[in-house]
């Protein structure tokens, strides 16, 4: 059932309208890609049957910390998602319908990686009810997948993409840039072919370093080096020429969408809504009026699920989250947006209204605009986000 239509660049919405939505984490991994920091685990054997009730089970308690409510979206993220067999996810969805109330066309998106054993499974996801598929590619080109410590091929992207395309009601893939060597050249062209391809949602995200990572090992020792700051930043000017030209808009900080097809999970984030996070490492954020709380599960997944099994959750942190911390989380996430964020919102949240004299000096520095209610970052700003934060929140 494909998702109810979304603006590309919507309007700031009221707070009621933030949404709700369900993040189901699966840990596993085929093998380790080496710039990544999220919590993903390379097992050989998996009990599927064992893990569907522990995570039916922890949902079980999420839904008593969330109480009732409409389900706006379900993301299955990871690790690999497309490990699991779809009859496990038919499962956890079940289980999620059973809990709370699912929206009318409520986005179902599940991540994949392209491997032509993978996407055999396609078709049983989008019988479990998947309504959008996220696949990770990374890149169209075989020496750089190689590079990135991706085990498939271009080609078998493509297959991946153009079988997706036509099970799918609505599909993204993930692109990584500014490598090691690249020049605007060479991504415009990588870029124009992803395009051509016609995913309605692009996500494409600068390479970066995280901290314990195979890349960053490599990187101090000098084994290889990234694009300077400003060859980077032309680069990020160059992909939103490109997907604005193509009719994908930048939306957020590293999201490009054809009208319509924005992500509503990631929407709820951005907008400061509630979610729920079942599986190893997920958080959430839940809260019933002023009040928010924060969660967070145990990240290994031996721990986590025995947690689960012995006390019906893997919860190893939940606290309340204080109205100022509130209004930093929500201005954080909500200035990524291109349609930026409430000011009464803000106060309302956070409890006290933002400096004006701030917010006038960061709009003369041309990386602010303010709009009656709502506070904007500009391109430039998006580009200095942390920067602008820190300003601004000082």
């Given amino acids: 059932m494909p998702a109810s239509p979304d603006s590309a660049a919507p309007q700031a919405p009221p707070e009621t309208e933030s949404g709700f939505a369900v993040y189901v984490h699966w840990p596993f991994c085929q093998s380790k890609c080496p710039y990544c920091d999220f919590n993903s685990h390379v097992v050989a054997n998996i009990d599927q049957a064992r893990w569907a009730r522990a995570l039916a089970r922890e949902l079980e308690h999420m839904r008593a910390l969330s109480g009732p409510r409409r389900v706006r979206s379900v993301f299955f993220g990871g690790g690999t998602p497309s490990l699991m067999l779809p009859e496990t996810v038919e499962a956890v969805l079940s289980k999620i319908a059973s809990l709370w109330t699912m929206e009318e066309g409520a986005e179902i998106t599940l991540e994949a990686n392209p491997t032509s054993v993978e996407a055999d499974r396609f078709r049983g996801y989008r019988a479990a009810g ?59 062209k990588e ?5 051509a391809h016609a995913a309605d949602h692009l996500s494409l995200y600068q390479l970066t370093i995280e901290p314990e990572t195979a890349f960053a090992r490599l990187y101090e020792k000098g084994a290889f080096a990234l ?44 907008r400061y809504g509630d979610y729920v996070g079942a599986g190893p490492g997920a958080h959430g954020r839940t809260g019933q009026g002023a009040a928010r709380v924060a969660t967070r599960t145990r ?17 190893e942190a939940t606290e309340e989250i204080a109205p100022a911390a509130q209004g930093d989380e929500m201005m954080l996430m909500g200035l990524r947006l291109a349609e930026g ?16 004299a701030r917010i006038g000096a960061l709009a003369r520095d041309g990386l602010l605009m303010r709009e009656g209610d709502i506070l904007r970052a500009t391109p430039e700003g998006r580009m200095l986000l942390d920067a602008v934060l820190a300003r601004l929140l000082a």
């Fill in 130 to 188: 998947v309504n959008r598929l996220s696949l990770g590619v990374q890149s169209l080109d075989d020496a750089e997948l190689k590079f990135l410590g991706r085990l498939h091929s271009a080609d078998e992207a493509l297959r991946a993409i153009a079988l997706a395309r036509d099970i799918f009601p609505r599909l993204s893939f993930d692109l990584i840039y500014a490598r090691p060597g690249q020049t605007a050249e060479k991504w415009e």
């Fill in 191 to 195: 870029l124009r072919a992803a395009l």
């Fill in 227 to 270: 694009p300077a700051d400003e060859d980077a930043a032309d680069l990020y000017a160059l992909t939103g020429e490109i997907c604005a030209q193509a009719g994908l808009s930048a939306y957020e900080v590293s999201n490009y969408a054809a009208p319509g097809a924005a992500s509503r999970h990631n929407l709820v984030y951005w």
């Fill in 299 to 315: 990240r290994l997944p031996g721990d986590w699920i025995e947690a689960v099994e012995r006390d019906g959750h893997g919860l």
């Fill in 341 to 356: 964020v409430s000011l009464a919102r803000y106060a309302r949240i956070s409890g006290t209204p933002l400096d004006p």
